[in-house]
């Protein structure tokens, strides 16, 4: 596995929930911290959640309060629930290590809230 791999993404409604995945092979994820990042149309790429090697958790001012981000350092997996969406959380959503220079981007996976 070159590329982290995101899964879990799809339509919701507004006020809805969803949890999506990242996967990561043992060199890629054994990194200092890890980032969920999403992207909109017409929109540059942002980070939405950080987490850092020991459970620093930071997030954008736009999520804060609905979305968690976690780790599970035996599945090699990251993890981003999503509470109370909005149409504005629209977005391709992305992991990757905001720490590394070079750290490969995957396919990501697409979130649409829309009624």
């Known amino acids: 596995q070159v590329q982290p791999v995101e899964s879990g993404g799809g339509l919701v409604q507004p006020g809805g929930s969803l949890r999506v995945s990242c996967v990561a092979s043992?060199?890629?994820?054994?990194?200092?911290?890890w980032a969920w990042y999403r992207q909109a149309p017409g929109k540059q790429r942002e980070s939405v959640a950080t987490?850092?090697?020991?459970?620093?958790?930071n997030y954008a001012d736009s999520v804060k309060g609905r979305f968690t981000i976690s780790r599970d350092n035996a599945k090699k997996a990251l993890y981003l629930q999503m509470n109370s969406l909005k149409p504005e959380d629209t977005a391709v959503y992305y992991c990757?290590?905001?720490?590394?220079?070079?750290?490969?981007w995957g396919q990501g996976t697409q979130v649409t809230v829309s009624s």
């Open positions: 990757n290590s905001p720490t590394i220079r070079g750290f490969p």
């Open positions: 043992g060199s890629l994820f054994s990194v200092n911290a």
């Open positions: 987490i850092t090697a020991t459970g620093v958790t």
